[in-house]
């Protein structure tokens, strides 16, 4: 009898056993017929949910034309998505990834090559923040500088430098004449989902002024819409001279960006940077699919409004369970509950109500519904968050009096 094969995956994630064979909109279905209110959106990456017919119809159409023609030739698909991108934002150059790792590796070369060809090699190093996730690449570990993340794969790569999360007087210390730039996200992700005060924002963006450095945002997964403006960053009236996007933009499509002023994408020129895939047909077609629903009239205004309307359900129920969610993190439809109890226990039970959600750092359950959910849908998944903490506290106190 034949050894039981190995599982053929590598063993990086600690996959739920869930398997879903098709979704609509903020639902997902298993084989066996079971829905799942998807408040993950694929953590933050279903900006118009699942099968969303518009994304369809689109993909379908470039599809019959042509898949991958590589940059050896003109796109005028990517030529079209980068106009709209600068047009809805600060920036006037863009250059197109497959994910936000890769965005941001390429928001630390631009930097770094800004300094150099104005003549300041040495200025490479860059400033990041306690609690941060930019990435998986070697680089973007290093900018995230999390022992549990960079165990095991040889030095650290150098160039960053790591200050507690607001302190602005750390901060001002850690700037030398080899720094570069300081890199951010306006909501920590993985981190908690932590909101940077718009005057923090404001503060870095004049020390960055005033110190001849660059102001990186990372804005992976709070870019694209999801706190009601189109990137996190309007809320603090704060710009930034180079971002990295990803995620939403391609609404479960691989594709990411990192777009620049002029100024800070002088030194990326012809050969500087590359990437075989990025900026491929089918991406340029959902990216543009994306922005022609994020952008339109009262899009924007709509995850505003359901952002209101699930903190305000989400604050009726924790003051009544006090022993399970301490506070409410985040912003718009990048919301979190920060647990007293295991964020884990917390997903499990919302599971069972067929409720998903995603685990962050901090004890934080991240809740991410697509941004064209609709209220009823809000609403019900209040319900079973509601359901859910009545069953946890039942069974706590089940247990106290077992003690």
């Known amino acids: 009898m034949n050894a039981p094969k190995e599982y053929p995956l590598f063993d990086t994630f600690a996959r739920i056993d869930l398997r879903f064979e098709y979704g609509s909109g903020a639902w997902l279905t298993t084989k066996e017929g079971e829905r799942y209110l998807d408040f993950t959106s694929g953590i933050a990456v279903n900006t118009l949910g699942h099968a969303h017919p518009y994304l369809i119809k689109a993909l379908q159409k470039q599809a019959s034309k042509i898949w991958h023609i590589s940059n050896l030739f003109e796109n005028p698909l990517q030529t079209k998505l980068a106009e709209r991108l600068c047009a809805a934002s600060f920036a006037d150059k863009v250059f197109f990834t497959n994910s936000g790792a890769e965005a941001m590796e390429c928001a630390i070369k631009t930097a770094r090559r800004y300094h150099h060809v104005n003549g300041n090699p040495k200025r490479f190093?860059?400033?990041?923040?306690?609690?941060?996730?930019?990435?998986?690449t070697l680089a973007t570990l290093a900018a995230s500088s999390q022992e549990k993340y960079l165990e095991g794969f040889g030095p650290k790569v150098q160039g960053f430098d790591q200050v507690p999360f607001g302190n602005n007087e750390t901060l001002l210390e850690a700037i030398t004449e080899e720094t570069a730039a300081i890199l951010i996200e306006p909501i920590q992700g993985e981190g908690g989902l932590r909101l940077v005060p718009a005057k923090t924002l404001q503060?870095?963006?004049?020390?960055?002024?005033?110190?001849a450095l660059l102001l990186i945002f990372d804005e992976v997964q709070c870019g694209i819409g999801r706190t009601g403006r189109f990137f996190a960053c309007e809320w603090a009236n704060t710009?930034?001279?180079?971002?990295?996007?990803?995620?939403?933009?391609?609404?479960?499509?691989?594709?990411?960006?990192?777009?620049?002023?002029?100024?800070a994408a002088k030194g990326m020129a012809l050969g500087t940077h590359g990437s075989t895939f990025g900026g491929n047909p089918l991406a340029m077609t959902i990216g543009n699919a994306v922005l022609d629903i994020v952008l339109e009239a009262g899009f924007l205004d709509h995850v505003s409004i359901m952002g209101n309307v699930l903190k305000q359900g989400l604050s009726i129920i924790i003051d009544h369970y006090p022993d399970i969610v301490s506070s409410i993190e985040g912003s718009g439809l990048l919301t979190g509950?920060?647990?007293?109890?295991?964020?884990?226990?917390?997903?499990?039970a919302?599971?069972?109500?067929?409720?998903?959600?995603?685990?962050?750092?901090?004890?934080?359950?991240?809740?991410l519904p697509p941004l064209n959910i609709k209220q009823k849908e809000i609403q019900d998944g209040l319900s079973r968050i509601e359901k859910a903490f009545e069953r946890i506290s039942r069974q706590n106190a089940r247990n106290s009096i077992i003690k």
């Open 337 to 348: 509950l920060k647990c007293v109890i295991p964020n884990t226990n917390v997903i499990a």
């Open 239 to 263: 710009t930034p001279d180079i971002v990295g996007i990803a995620k939403g933009i391609g609404g479960g499509f691989p594709l990411g960006a990192c777009l620049a002023t002029a100024e």
């Open 203 to 211: 503060f870095l963006r004049r020390t960055c002024d005033e110190k």
């Open 125 to 136: 190093r860059i400033i990041t923040f306690e609690g941060a996730f930019h990435g998986r």
């Open 350 to 367: 919302l599971q069972n109500e067929k409720l998903l959600t995603v685990s962050a750092g901090g004890n934080v359950v991240r809740i």
